[in-house]
């Protein structure tokens, strides 16, 4: 998918632009706490239907204004100006935002996760590896839910029936309902295991195309792991979660199935966690989030994710820099967001690359087209 026009209207910092993007690489150069990344969002916003940084959506519109737009016009492929999608998002205070595709609203936002498909490299993407396992978990629950609708509805039953059953545990008097448990247990267990088959499916399709990234932007110094960790691998699920249902009611919450479902990351055999230097760690986020762009490219017939890599050259030495921006400057990748506080990182670069390029500059909400 290209994203050939995006328009924005007191969104955070930025008051108004309209941007006409390169089928292939749009740079974003400013000092840091300008706006770059607050564009990129804005392009996240109309793949996810929310801020990848803010929760809450009126946080999103800009200070002292009553509301905010962003408008996109996206067609199939860099050749194809004929089939266009017209994607559009309107947010008031106070009022339930308006998501449109083609003009006409959508009943539930759901319906449009997966029409854009996109992948976002942020600095926040260490915590995959120094954060608690619900980061890991959103990882995988990102990436499916994009190309499998049903793997949301499993998992919006999933915790339902979790929350169910937690509400449960922590009631004392009466001492909950046996039976009641057993329902929502079932419930938890049927869900839970479809979720855990997909998760499966996806890590063990996502692990070679992982090393073989963290290979390339490595230069094959060092050797990495990926494992995916899960209750259902000690059978089924139901009877795991009931075995230790006497522990549960002690500690007043659900301590076994999928929401407790982990990927361990490994440098030479040890946790990465705590072998991995800065750089190294920062590599590791990059790779695994190349192959999830890889992963969805192979999983989507239909069309080509669009690739945001928001301020990811700190910390990494030259070469791997170097590494990475001719790695997704090939063939395999599209269209391209890059956010930089230094032009310099770039220009040689994608000069030497002769590909179709563009650069902006950002200050303080501005944005502005500049000579190549």
């Given at each position: 998918?290209?994203?050939?026009?995006?328009?924005?209207?007191?969104?955070?910092?930025?008051?108004?632009?309209?941007?006409?993007?390169?089928?292939?690489?749009?740079?974003?150069?400013?000092?840091?706490?300008?706006g770059k990344t607050n564009v990129l969002d804005?392009?996240?916003?109309?793949?996810?239907?929310?801020?990848?940084?803010?929760?809450?959506?009126?946080?999103?519109?800009?200070?002292?204004?009553?509301?905010?737009?962003?408008?996109?016009?996206?067609?199939?492929?860099?050749?194809?100006?004929?089939?266009?999608?017209?994607?559009?998002?309107?947010?008031?205070?106070?009022?339930?935002?308006?998501?449109?595709?083609?003009?006409?609203?959508?009943?539930r936002l759901s319906e449009h996760i997966g029409l854009i498909p996109l992948v976002v490299v942020a600095p926040a993407d260490t915590l995959l590896i120094e954060g608690g396992s619900e980061e890991r978990r959103r990882l995988m629950d990102m990436v499916i839910s994009q190309y499998?609708?049903?793997?949301?509805?499993?998992?919006?039953?999933?915790n339902n029936a979790l929350l169910q059953r937690n509400t449960l545990l922590k009631q004392e008097d009466p001492a909950p309902d046996p039976m009641l448990l057993q329902i929502w247990e079932e419930q938890m267990a049927e869900s839970g295991e479809e979720i855990y088959r997909k998760r499966?499916?996806?890590?063990?399709?996502?692990?070679?195309?992982?090393?073989?990234?963290?290979?390339?932007?490595?230069?094959?110094r060092e050797v990495v792991g990926l494992e995916y960790l899960s209750h259902c691998q000690r059978g089924s699920l139901l009877e795991v979660i009931q075995r230790d249902r006497h522990k549960d009611l002690a500690v007043g919450y659900s301590l076994h199935g999928i929401h407790r479902d982990d990927l361990i990351f490994t440098l030479g055999g040890h946790p990465m966690k705590r072998e991995g230097s800065q750089g190294q760690?920062?590599?590791?986020?990059?790779?695994?989030?190349?192959a999830q762009f890889g992963f969805l490219k192979r999983t989507s017939s239909k069309t080509t994710p669009l690739l945001l890599l928001d301020d990811i050259f700190d910390k990494l030495d030259a070469e791997r820099v170097e590494q990475i921006v001719r790695l997704v400057s090939g063939d395999a990748f599209g269209q391209i967001f890059i956010t930089d506080t230094n032009r310099d990182h770039l220009d040689?670069?994608?000069?030497?690359?002769?590909?179709?390029?563009?650069?902006?500059?950002?200050?303080?909400?501005?944005?502005?087209?500049?000579?190549?």
């Amino acid at each position: 998918m290209i994203l050939r026009k995006l328009s924005i209207l007191n969104y955070k910092n930025i008051r108004e632009a309209t941007l006409m993007l390169s089928p292939k690489i749009n740079c974003f150069i400013g000092h840091n706490g300008v706006g770059k990344t607050n564009v990129l969002d804005a392009v996240y916003y109309l793949s996810f239907c929310r801020s990848a940084s803010n929760p809450i959506d009126s946080q999103v519109i800009r200070h002292e204004e009553p509301f905010c737009m962003i408008e996109g016009q996206y067609s199939e492929d860099s050749q194809d100006y004929e089939s266009s999608e017209l994607i559009s998002c309107g947010i008031k205070r106070g009022v339930k935002k308006h998501f449109k595709r083609n003009k006409k609203e959508y009943k539930r936002l759901s319906e449009h996760i997966g029409l854009i498909p996109l992948v976002v490299v942020a600095p926040a993407d260490t915590l995959l590896i120094e954060g608690g396992s619900e980061e890991r978990r959103r990882l995988m629950d990102m990436v499916i839910s994009q190309y499998d609708r049903s793997y949301i509805d499993a998992l919006s039953r999933y915790n339902n029936a979790l929350l169910q059953r937690n509400t449960l545990l922590k009631q004392e008097d009466p001492a909950p309902d046996p039976m009641l448990l057993q329902i929502w247990e079932e419930q938890m267990a049927e869900s839970g295991e479809e979720i855990y088959r997909k998760r499966d499916a996806f890590v063990k399709e996502l692990v070679p195309l992982f090393r073989r990234f963290y290979d390339q932007i490595s230069s094959e110094r060092e050797v990495v792991g990926l494992e995916y960790l899960s209750h259902c691998q000690r059978g089924s699920l139901l009877e795991v979660i009931q075995r230790d249902r006497h522990k549960d009611l002690a500690v007043g919450y659900s301590l076994h199935g999928i929401h407790r479902d982990d990927l361990i990351f490994t440098l030479g055999g040890h946790p990465m966690k705590r072998e991995g230097s800065q750089g190294q760690n920062k590599t590791y986020a990059i790779a695994l989030k190349l192959a999830q762009f890889g992963f969805l490219k192979r999983t989507s017939s239909k069309t080509t994710p669009l690739l945001l890599l928001d301020d990811i050259f700190d910390k990494l030495d030259a070469e791997r820099v170097e590494q990475i921006v001719r790695l997704v400057s090939g063939d395999a990748f599209g269209q391209i967001f890059i956010t930089d506080t230094n032009r310099d990182h770039l220009d040689q670069i994608l000069r030497e690359s002769a590909l179709d390029y563009k650069i902006f500059d950002v200050d303080n909400g501005e944005i502005i087209e500049k000579d190549v």
